[in-house]
């Protein structure tokens, strides 16, 4: 049988990694909006071809 210890430190791990993730893909994000690479979200161009202003 499992305990709950084991449960709860099996779940902070995966916790954990999961943020790691959040945050290199964050990074990824910033480091392309930035560098004025990042075509998807609220910054990307109109249909126009214009940047939005």
């Given at each position: 049988m499992v305990s709950t210890l084991t449960i709860g430190a099996i779940l902070t791990l995966l916790a954990w990694v999961g943020l790691q993730a959040a945050?290199?893909?964050?990074?990824?994000?910033?480091?392309?909006?930035?560098?004025?690479?990042?075509?998807?979200?609220?910054?990307?161009?109109?249909?126009?071809?214009g940047p939005r202003e």
């Open positions: 945050v290199v893909h964050g990074k990824y994000v910033v480091d392309k909006i930035a560098a004025g690479e990042y075509r998807k979200g609220p910054f990307s161009e109109t249909t126009d071809g």
